[in-house]
Each structure stands twice: as structure tokens, then as C-alpha cells.
């Protein structure tokens, strides 16, 4: 007997032909790069489409950037969040951990109230955006604040789990954007998810240039060569590679 899932279409021209049509449905994967390499720009470009192509209402939580920036520099790149916001087809959270006063950066406990295991609490949170809108997509940018604020690697591992199981049983497919490891070592979410799609952000003699790999991808036949990516005004696309003489 085969076993059969559903496919969800990215909508960032190019992704889905490297990826055997798109992402599995209701899995976890984790989106990571160097500062610069457009996760957050591929995120919300993922969220976007879904909701005005697809009918797939999305989430979009913060962990580390002010909401209205990131709205305003979607603008430069096609990205209309604010009126998928007003449809009810993408919800926005912010959910960082510091405010910022004009005098000074403190830690913002409301949120959280002062909780050991903030994964916990964001977690319900979430769980309660994706009811709200009846959400499909979520994005979490980045997972990495949450985890540096561990020591103890057991409850670290424990709550990283416990997010994505109650991700994947609500349905929602989800990106986890997280930062390139500066070791060898691959970081926790790698092994967690069933996915990781590396984003790379390079010097190519006088000029810098993006490209993405599909580094892992459970059930899925994906291209394992490094694609160019080129940005404009409709934001971001995968390329073919190019051809080595």
C-alpha cells in the first residue's frame, strides 16, 4: 500500500521545481542562513502567497524584529502584508523578549510572565493565532532567541519538541528561520525538523551573491545542487544552477 500527502505549493517561483512540487503538508522545516541571505524576505514571501494565491492564511511571529519594519521593507519587494492582515489572511505577532524605550532596552516579562520554559507559553500562543484565522502556514522568526536562553541542553531539546509535535498536529506546515551554526556542529532544530533549506550569502570576487540549498527534506525528492537567487521587485526566485566549464 503507497502512502499518499498533500503538497503545499511555496508560490516563490522556482522552489517548487527543485522540491518535487513543494513542501510536505503540516511538517516542520527549518529555514536557515547568514545574516542578509533573505530568510525573513523567503518566510514572508512563503506566507504571502499562500494567502492571496492559495487560500492558505498564515502566522508570522517575531521574535527579533519590530513588525512595522518588516512591513515596510516587504513593500521594496511586492510583499502588500498589511492588506492580507486586513482580509484576516495573515496574522502578525510580535513576541519579543526586550522592549525598547527611548532610553534604555529592558526585559519584557508580559509576554512570557517571567516563565523558565517560554516554549511553552508561546506555544499556546501560537496555537491560538492559527484558531483564530484558521491558519495553514506559520512562520517563526527566529527560533534561535528562543534557544539561546538555555543552558541545560535536556529542556532545551524538550521544549524545541514539544513545539513542533504541537505545530504538526494542528496541520500548519511551518518554517523555523534560525541562524547558520558558527561551528562545525549542526544545531538542535536540524535534527527536529523534517526539513532544512540553507540560504547562503557569499562573496563572488567583487560581488556578493545569494543561493539556496536543500540540504534535507524527509519523503520528499529534492535537487541537491546550490541554486542562485536573484531578488526584484516581486521578491525572491530560485535559479538554475549555473553550468561549470
Not at 37 to 64: I, M, N, R
Not at 126 to 150: E, N, P, T, W
Request: with cysteine; proline share 4%; net charge neutral.
Amino acid at each position: 500500500m503507497s502512502l499518499t500527502y498533500g503538497k503545499v505549493k511555496t508560490g516563490i517561483p522556482g522552489l517548487d521545481s527543485i522540491t518535487s512540487g513543494g513542501f510536505r503538508q503540516g511538517r516542520t522545516l527549518v529555514l536557515t542562513g547568514d545574516p542578509g541571505s533573505g530568510k525573513t524576505t523567503f518566510g514572508l514571501q512563503f506566507l504571502h502567497s499562500g494567502a492571496k494565491d492559495f487560500d492558505e492564511p498564515g502566522v508570522y511571529v517575531s521574535l527579533a524584529q519590530n513588525l512595522d519594519e518588516i512591513k515596510n521593507d516587504c513593500k521594496s519587494f511586492g510583499l502588500d502584508l498589511q492588506n492580507m492582515i486586513q482580509k484576516d489572511k495573515l496574522l502578525m505577532m510580535d513576541a519579543r523578549m526586550f522592549k525598547v524605550n527611548d532610553e534604555s532596552v529592558e526585559k519584557d516579562d508580559s509576554l512570557y510572565r517571567g516563565e523558565q520554559m517560554p516554549f511553552e507559553h508561546l506555544t499556546r500562543l501560537i496555537l491560538k493565532c492559527i484558531k483564530r484565522i484558521g491558519a495553514k502556514r506559520l512562520v517563526i522568526d527566529s527560533v534561535s532567541v528562543l534557544m539561546i536562553q538555555y543552558e541545560d541542553k535536556f529542556y532545551l531539546r524538550q521544549g524545541l519538541q514539544g513545539l513542533i509535535q504541537a505545530l504538526e498536529n494542528s496541520g500548519v506546515t511551518t518554517l523555523l528561520i534560525s541562524e547558520s551554526p558558527n561551528d562545525q556542529k549542526p544545531p538542535m532544530e536540524w535534527y527536529a525538523a523534517s526539513g532544512i533549506i540553507h540560504l547562503q550569502y557569499n562573496r563572488k570576487q567583487d560581488t556578493m551573491e545569494r543561493s539556496i540549498q536543500i540540504i534535507k527534506m524527509r519523503g520528499v525528492k529534492h535537487s541537491e545542487q546550490i541554486h542562485p537567487i536573484s531578488f526584484g521587485n516581486d521578491g525572491l526566485q530560485i535559479l538554475r544552477p549555473r553550468l561549470m566549464i
